[in-house]
């Protein structure tokens, strides 16, 4: 017999505090609270500060979430002071110090979880999270992977490693034929590295794939009608329960909860909206790469020259970090005032689903990160593709190849393969042509547009009521239920 009913159900998230990971636990916490279960998000305070609005707004609204604050000890670790996140690192050199920090947040959980009556049923936690495994452990609480990436680089991956290509190859750049997938396509080793498949991240990444093996399941942020072959061939390659519960930032409804999302918003959105509700249907080109990647300052120009070039509206999202001198000096030395009435620069965090949702958007040029992705998909948006690392290369070739939704920009190598004093990876002219063929109004254009409306359709489905995700979320609380320890008496005993 189980004594548990869904009201008494305790989730524990611990998200990869890195703005792409936070963003959709953050949807989740709130998803999986409105049906009914206790959350607690575990994060940090510079964290916390990011989405005040949104711990807020749940106060407000009496969703039963904790947002558990625990201390990131940076100097501790090595770390500048307040340097809780991925984007607030100094440089990439950190980056493996931020990993090996995150460990040391496991006291301070296992006080937090031992604390809490009843036990904690059931812990949701980050790929790169794998010292929670032996907590959950402790707790009798079953343990599932969330994996923020699509599902198609995720199989990919996984049949690069299971079939010994990774250990095989020698140069990065060999052309590889990925076995087993739906449809044969190419890649290579440096546009689908796996994860932390680098020399010096040997302990981390066997931690990681260990921590993966012995979890009870996964939680994909993606679609059962948008990856059906992969997320079945997933299952099978790794043996593992998936439970597939996109797009979660579908979970956001209204304006104001879109606005609060991720970070604070460095520009009101109502200057925003504004802006937009001057255009036209679907002409104005929307521009972000995401929270971690950097451009250059050379290829800023170039995106800037590019845009201009298209004669197209544009809202381009520049990063704090990148406003250089040099990307100042340009910007206000003529760019800004010849593109005054038709371009609006956002520097720091832009209200993206906001502005994805306006009728006024016509295209998104993305770094291909699956969190705009899915935001964009959502939004019946075709895309420009711009990856830069990791999954993105491979999230390219499922926009452009198999969905038929991208446009290539034609940027063919990870920066990190790249001199940082090497030309911009994709020039002006690249840049203009992209734009051109998305934003066109010929067939091509409405083909694709055809089919990105399409597929928002779908996605919207699949979270409503009935939908795949929307059952999905339910079956993993079923079997939160069924799995979670529950037993009183235990308890007792271990007090
Ligand atoms: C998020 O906001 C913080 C504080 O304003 C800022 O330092 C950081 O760069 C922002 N992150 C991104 C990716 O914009």
């Known amino acids: 017999m189980n004594g548990l009913s869904s009201r008494k159900l305790h989730f524990i998230l611990v998200p990869l505090i890195a703005q792409g990971h936070m963003i959709p636990m953050v949807d989740l916490a709130r998803l999986l609270a409105e049906r009914g279960t206790r959350v607690s998000l575990i994060t940090t305070p510079v964290n916390a500060a990011r989405i005040k609005t949104i711990v807020n707004r749940v106060e407000e609204s009496g969703l039963p979430i904790d947002f558990v604050e625990l201390q990131f000890p940076c100097t501790e670790a090595g770390l500048p002071e307040g340097c809780e996140n991925m984007d607030l690192l100094p440089s990439e050199d950190y980056l493996r110090t931020f990993f090996e920090a995150m460990h040391l947040l496991r006291e301070p959980l296992a006080r937090y979880l031992h604390a809490q009556r009843p036990r904690p049923t059931c812990m949701i936690t980050d790929m790169c999270n794998p010292w929670t495994a032996d907590l959950a452990r402790e707790l009798r609480m079953p343990r599932l992977i969330f994996h923020g990436p699509s599902c198609f680089s995720l199989t990919c991956f996984a049949l690069m490693q299971q079939h010994g290509i990774y250990d095989r190859i020698t140069d990065d750049f060999e052309p590889i034929l990925v076995p087993e997938m739906p449809q044969p396509f190419e890649v290579t080793k440096a546009i689908a590295p796996g994860f932390f498949n680098v020399p010096g991240w040997e302990k981390i990444r066997s931690g990681i794939q260990e921590a993966e093996s012995t979890a009870d399941g996964v939680v994909m942020n993606t679609f059962d009608d948008l990856e059906h072959s992969y997320i079945e061939l997933y299952k099978k390659v790794t043996g593992k329960k998936v439970w597939t519960i996109g797009p979660l930032s579908l979970y956001n409804k209204d304006l104001d909860d879109k606005a609060a999302r991720g970070n604070n918003s460095a520009i009101d959105r109502h200057r925003v909206m504004d802006w937009l509700e001057s255009r036209k249907p679907k002409s104005v080109l929307y521009v972000s790469f995401g929270s971690i990647a950097q451009t250059r300052p050379c290829q800023l120009i170039e995106i800037g020259c590019g845009l201009e070039a298209s004669n197209q509206p544009f809202i381009w999202v520049i990063k704090d970090v990148e406003r250089t001198p040099e990307v100042d000096k340009w910007l206000s030395e003529g760019f800004e005032e010849r593109v005054s009435t038709r371009g609006l620069?956002?520097?720091?965090?832009?209200?993206?689903?906001?502005?994805?949702?306006?009728?006024?958007?016509?295209g998104f040029m993305t770094h291909c990160g699956w969190n705009s992705i899915l935001e964009a998909m959502s939004a019946g948006m075709p895309m420009i593709t711009w990856p830069f690392f990791g999954d993105q290369f491979l999230n390219e070739k499922l926009l452009v190849d198999v969905l038929g939704i991208g446009v290539a920009v034609g940027v063919k190598v990870p920066f990190h393969y790249v001199p940082k004093d090497s030309p911009p990876a994709a020039k002006r002219d690249d840049i203009q042509k992209a734009v051109s063929r998305l934003m066109d109004e010929g067939e091509e254009g409405e083909e694709r547009r055809k089919r990105?409306?399409?597929?928002?359709?779908?996605?919207?489905?699949?979270?409503?009521?009935?939908?795949?995700?929307?059952?999905?979320?339910?079956?993993?609380?079923?079997y939160a239920l069924e799995h979670g320890n529950d037993d009183p008496e235990e308890e007792e005993h271990n007090v």
């Open 345 to 362: 620069v956002i520097t720091g965090w832009a209200p993206q689903v906001v502005i994805l949702s306006h009728p006024a958007i016509g």
């Open 452 to 478: 990105a409306k399409e597929l928002a359709g779908k996605a919207v489905r699949a979270m409503e009521e009935g939908g795949s995700s929307f059952e999905n979320i339910a079956l993993m609380i079923q």
